[in-house]
């Protein structure tokens, strides 16, 4: 049979990984989807770089559009990334019939109910294990390893740039904006790295995931998304100190409703800080690596661990699904998994929880000033607002503040209380004259 | 689209996992599959005790052949386990047109490459997801996921039974024979453990892993196989002073040949008990749990991790066997994922390497007398031999044999070397009149 013809709009860091790896690779892939998969064709507004890159044998040209009219051309690959021309380039694919494979997560997490509608009805696939966590065959182990599962959450270290930044505050015990420079200095964080240290990206990841586990159309825009930027290194300190790692998580879960407590049924999305057992496999995930632990009513908890982002990791994605399509191309669509895991005509309504309404439990620390009764009064407010206290730490005023200070850090960890009630009780407490900067609070899971 | 019919053969502790939770997550399942997925006929040898677990709307019979003669029937599960009669009904199911999903690693890692010719001959699917680290869903990574990737090892905690005894070693300073009874007790260990405790059962599923990660037919017979019954609370505790843990892996590697060094090509299959650093996650995976790290060329490092025994974890991944089967069934059979990873008439004659051939590196412990000139003697064979020592531990005679203990322990981590040739070493070093007892050897690996 003759090779499946491939374009490829965007030749960066993804993309000549994957033209790398499927020239080093080629007999290993053929030899397992049982017919060659080639590069044919390739669209990138630096022609001569990308001839460079990929040889006289291949066809480039600047106009993407080049690509997706050419009737050769079985699969397009879209590594262009963002929400511009690369949602126009991907919708001309499908409308074109070509299959699309795509790592451009922030596209699907805004964009991915019209294009996976558009991609069902012209009939062919879009393909994008790229888009989550590099390497790591999380989408497919979600959509297909495990189908026998109601999925009850997800958690995942999904954003490598924050996880190695953490890694390195907790290392070194430097605050963030050192670290920052640094990662930024070995390429770990971009120059603008906004989207990455604001929690912005993982959203973009944890907003697919979520929608796969729960049968939900992808809805970015209900995430509650907070960073790192805020966390400095004593929190990271006082939380080994209670046996637990500092980690940004997008974390995902389905929340049954109690009538009892006045929760509803819905389903969680949120991106923040997050207290987790240092016992935990998942704390232990260091540096710019990645993992996602899900958790399924009958398989309990499974985690999957890799590298998240780099040009042949995330290559190893986008050719896995070059090789699923080659499968299953000339198959009708019935025999193919749903993009989003479940059938376009069996998702669920549950609705997306606001920030407000999510139960979890608190980290809490508070510079007061060290005088007696202050303690009491801050406690006084939890058990009004009927938030129950799991262990607290005082330090020493000299150990905080050098000797003769007249502040000290108030730890407290909270057992679960809905958001909304920890709010108020913030408000109250930041106003207590006792208590002299802004309360840092950082939600808490223990992931079991 | 009337639901997919499923016969079961044999209802135990799988078998009622999988009806149980097809039953519990029936909506959610058909909301994936597009099609309802039913176990409407079970044979088991206790009629009365298996009706009474499926109720009375689904035919019980004692004949798994009433099964598999059943038109209505499309797919059969075979749970029944061993070589004997599940061959024969594995057999007789394909030939009777069924597609199979089986946990049974010990048959395909047996029998495999005559089950998978009479399969493909007969157009049907032998699916078998359940038959490696249960729940974990790494046979798809393996066969799905990682396509792009020339697989370089794996290494895996795939018997649960072995992580908990050596776990609780560890944890409590006990020796084998105490922990094997206390597993016993919980549940965690057979009445007769031989299969886990000897390592039979891990190497049934690192034979597997290893055919459809190199592409080679399935050779149990060519594993190497060492248990974990000699193993002391002295060498894990020594092991973790060196920055070790002991976990007993299933480990396959495709070794590049070495003209220079005299080593052709091959593929590495075996168990036994392992060093391995105690920084790597997978040297942090306790109690009854599993992983398996899997290593590219362009993915690196991913690890999965999950119960790899239970109920329903086991039943997780039968039904997600039987979802990937109902997608597929109607579909020709160039659509579907080949059994080992690759095209049947594609697969690698690479030989197995015997275990004399293997090349790792060594954790020696020798108990020997407390005088002068035994550690010249022994470094000298092994300086004769060409192997290096890496890091050297000696014990105060009296902190091993207590006050005034005229023997002591010598604990020698090497480099690199051929098996074969670590055995002469071990010979020679046996033979010195110092040398007061059977040496202990326990391989290492870095996995990095």
């Known amino acids: 049979m003759k090779p499946i013809q491939v374009g490829l709009l965007g030749i960066g860091v993804v993309g000549s990984g994957t033209f790398n790896v499927l020239q080093r690779n080629q007999e290993e892939i053929k030899r397992r989807a049982g017919r060659g998969i ?5 669209a990138d507004l630096n022609v001569a770089r990308a001839q460079a890159l990929v040889g006289p044998g291949v066809t480039v040209v600047s106009d993407a559009r080049a690509v997706i009219a050419n009737p ?22 499908i409308a074109a019939g070509k299959h699309v494979v795509t790592a451009n997560k922030a596209l699907l997490a805004v964009h991915g109910t019209e294009i996976f509608a558009a991609a069902s009805a012209k009939g062919v696939m879009v393909a994008f294990e790229a888009a989550v966590a590099g390497g790591i065959p999380i989408i497919k182990a979600l959509r297909e390893g495990l189908t026998a599962n109601r999925i009850q959450w997800i958690a995942g270290i999904i954003n490598g740039t924050t996880n190695f930044i953490l890694s390195e505050m907790r290392d070194k015990g430097l605050d963030f904006a050192v670290v920052l420079k640094e990662a930024q200095r070995l390429g770990y964080a971009e120059a603008d790295p906004t989207f990455d240290i604001e929690g912005v990206d993982a959203a973009h990841k944890v907003t697919l995931m979520s929608a796969i586990a729960f049968g939900v159309p992808v809805q970015f825009d209900k ?15 006082y939380a080994e100190q209670l046996g637990y790692r500092i980690k940004l998580l997008g974390i995902t879960k389905r929340r049954q409703g109690d009538a009892t407590k006045r929760q509803t049924d819905g389903i969680e999305l949120r991106v923040h800080p997050c207290l987790i057992p240092a016992k935990r496999l998942i704390a232990n995930v260091e540096g710019a690596m990645n993992a996602v632990v899900v958790q399924g009513d009958a398989v309990g908890t499974t985690l999957y661990y890799g590298k998240g982002a780099g040009s042949e990791p995330t290559a190893s994605a986008v050719i896995a699904d070059l090789v699923d399509i080659t499968r299953l191309h000339t198959a009708d669509a019935a025999h193919r998994v749903p993009h989003l895991a479940f059938q376009p005509n069996a998702m669920s309504k549950l609705p997306m929880l606001p920030m407000s309404e999510v139960v979890t439990s608190y980290y809490l620390r508070l510079r007061v000033a060290d005088e007696t009764g202050v303690l009491a009064k801050v406690t006084g407010i939890l058990a009004e607002a009927g938030i129950s206290i799991d262990a607290m730490l005082q330090r020493e005023a000299d150990e905080v503040g050098g000797e003769g200070s007249t502040q000290t850090d108030l730890i407290i960890l909270t057992h679960d209380c809905m958001e909304a009630r920890m709010n108020a009780a913030i408000a109250l407490m930041q106003a207590l004259p006792s208590v002299l900067e802004p309360i840092t609070r950082i939600r808490k899971e223990e992931l079991a």
């Open 223 to 237: 995430a509650y998304i907070e960073g790192i930027t805020k966390l400095g290194a004593a929190d990271i300190k």
């Open 72 to 93: 050769d051309i079985d699969i397009v690959i879209e590594l262009i990334g963002g929400y511009g021309i690369a949602k126009t380039l991907v919708l001309e694919a």
């Open 38 to 42: 080639d590069i044919t064709m390739v």
